[in-house]
């Protein structure tokens, strides 16, 4: 009763027990139909599925890639030396846990940093009063020597003075003992 002839698939089977034949047939056009529509399910569903799965690999790759990025623009912010720079803990796993540590040792490296310039200033005031010890001592060592120069000069014209002053009247006596022990002396007068 079909108006336009169609294609059709039939299977058959001789039952030889009971003397029938037993057949079933389906049009090829309503089969692949079937297959056709079976496979346009299965590419929407192929496709539906990677759809999915892109989407959420997308999200879980920022929930991973994020922090890290975060991580790392944090350390080139310290390395800088903006030594406030700290990551956002997000989560409570372990990327969690690493930029709580990072946050940690940023905080440790700041305390160090601080430390270091303080030391760095006592030392810079340390040097400065140093310096201005130093600079008073010279001046100090510098008065002495010249009090200590103007002594030397005093004793030696003391010293030449005086040297003079008794050499002058001893040479005087030597002359005149010489004098009278070579002439005639009474006991007085020895």
Same mark, same amino acid.
């Given at each position: 009763?079909?108006?336009?002839?169609?294609?059709?698939? %039939?299977?058959?089977?001789?039952?030889?027990?009971?003397?029938?034949?037993?057949?079933?047939?389906?049009?090829?056009?309503? @089969?692949?139909?079937?297959?056709?529509?079976?496979?346009?399910?299965?590419?929407?569903?192929?496709?539906?599925?990677? @759809?999915?799965?892109?989407?959420?690999?997308?999200?879980?790759?920022?929930?991973?890639?994020?922090?890290?990025?975060?991580?790392?623009?944090?350390?080139?912010?310290? @390395?800088?030396?903006n030594y406030g720079a700290r990551s956002e803990v997000v989560s409570n796993d372990e990327i969690g846990d690493l930029a709580h540590a990072f946050n940690?040792? %940023?905080?440790?490296?700041?305390?160090?940093?601080?430390?270091? %310039?303080?030391?760095?200033?006592?030392?810079?005031?340390?040097?400065?009063?140093?310096?201005?010890? %130093?600079?008073?001592?010279?001046?100090?060592?510098?008065?002495?020597?010249?009090k200590a120069e103007a002594a030397t000069l005093a004793k030696s014209d003391f010293l030449a003075n005086m040297s003079h002053e008794i050499r002058t009247?001893?040479?005087?006596?030597?002359?005149?003992?010489?004098?009278? @022990?070579?002439?005639?002396?009474?006991?007085?007068?020895?």
């Open positions: 009763g079909d108006k336009v002839p169609k294609d059709k698939m %039939v299977i058959y089977k001789y039952l030889e027990e009971i003397g029938y034949i037993v057949a079933a047939g389906i049009y090829i056009d309503e @089969l692949y139909y079937e297959v056709y529509r079976l496979g346009y399910v299965i590419i929407f569903t192929t496709i539906m599925a990677a @759809l999915f799965a892109f989407i959420l690999s997308m999200r879980l790759s920022k929930s991973f890639t994020n922090p890290i990025i975060e991580l790392k623009l944090a350390s080139e912010e310290i @390395l800088s030396g940690n040792m %940023v905080i440790q490296i700041e305390r160090n940093y601080d430390e270091i %310039v303080n030391q760095k200033i006592k030392i810079e005031g340390y040097s400065k009063n140093l310096e201005r010890m %130093v600079e008073d001592r010279t001046k100090e060592l510098n008065e002495i020597k010249e009247p001893i040479n005087a006596i030597m002359g005149f003992s010489e004098l009278a @022990l070579k002439t005639q002396m009474n006991s007085k007068q020895k």
